[in-house]
């Protein structure tokens, strides 16, 4: 997804899309931009400065700099958490924990090569059961008794699962069975960073109230998620940009921009 | 005149093989399906009524696989690495490293000379460290399993997985198809990826020659090449690999009995 947030000098949220990257989305980041822009009546010239991150940070050609998401995460989670020790991450493809102090990212894990543990864990359970992926965490919440499926393995995990529904198990008990699998495997890799309260979960997956819970069994600790866990990347560099304008204003000069082009990335030239 | 019975009850295909001494008789092989009691049953159905013998005739039967306790008839359970290393010792006896890669796991085992294990270790359960990889490739670019191997000998460039995972190796598998790039190359590059697999597994165990291949993985002639290629030995592939297991089996079936004299 391509996320864009723009703020005001007080950190108010003026505007935000979110909208799905897809393979020419990418190239059309100008696009969400627009949208953004529209929905906070300014022009593109009254952006002070713009950070891009994320996967696709280097496809912003209007970007003035580009900052990890790392970085952008642990800024934005401290902005609505400022006691947040700990942030989940998990996106369709990768899983991060991130370490954070003072609103600093201090250490960070991450699987990014295992699909067990990610969104796409459940994507590929959600598809193999015929259900909408949004519907799991609600239907896992149904559940009085979770059966216990393997953790280590999607693709195992799903031929688990149609083996247990064979066998006639309610399909809540087994849709609970995976959120938990899924969740140990996150919880096994974030206790690397020992685990200390406030604990945040944000990404596609923190919408899912069926992994909230889950992680919060496995954890034994309160998780916090944002009203909107998947802005809180683009907030953060939202933050890092005005900071970075509030710095140069400090010093009497003008923030240094970057080549803008607003206009669609171009590839393999 | 003794017989014995090997029964290897597997994730995916069950086997069970006759011997008498020390020779194979009969082998049977069968899908495991969900009922592993009735497939076993199966399998010494068929076995006996090949040799025209009655059940009473089995000296000792030995049950081994992930599905080894469902084996109403045996006498004794064995684990599937003793009974490998077994059975590759009586096939093979100068091999001293087994790799066995079967429909959902993979194990290396170091054996002596009289087949017993020294030291071994198991893949994780991880779909890409497994023959289930090779499945899901396969599906994707809808060629038969048996196929793969041949054909991925054809490459001339193989691709690169990047993550090491069967769920994104599949989508990875589907850009590539996407991209125009041939079944055979994105073959070749299963075969590395699952190759890589092993040879970590090896790392931690060690390789001493000879080198030998055992279960559903001893079948995929591109799977053996990609093997060789990466530890830079030969492997020595028996006849009928996914029958090694079960093998094993009937021969430490034979060999407690005759302990027991």
Redesign the interface.
Known sequence: MTKVVIIDEDDKICAHVVSHTGAEHRRLANLVMLQALEQAGLSFDEISYVIATGYGRINVPFADRQITELTCHARGIASFFPGVRLAIDIGG?DAKGLKIKDGRLIDFVMN?????GTG??LE?IAAALGLKVEDLGEISLKSTKKVSI?S?????AEMEVI?RL?EGVLLEDVVAGLHDANANRVARMVRRLKVEPDVVFTGGVAKNTGMIKALQDNLKCEVFVPEDPLLSGAIGAAILAREQTLEAMKKGELVQRGERRLEEATFFK | MSWYMGIDIGSESSKGVITNDGDLKARHLLPSGSNYRLTAEQLREELLARMNLSPEDITCTVATGQGSGNVSFSNQQVTDIRCCAKGINHIFPSVRTVIDVQGRSSQVIRLNERGQVINFSVSEKCAAGSGRFLHVIANVLQVKLEDIGPLSLKSENPVTFTTGCAVFGESEAITRVAEGIPKEDILAGVHKALADKVSALIDRVGLEEQCAISSGGGLNIGLIKSIEERLGVPLMVPPEPQFVTALGAAVIAAVEQAGKK
């Open positions: 493809q990014d090569k295992c699909a067990a796409r864990f590929v393997s280590t393995c999607t693709v195992f083996a064979s």
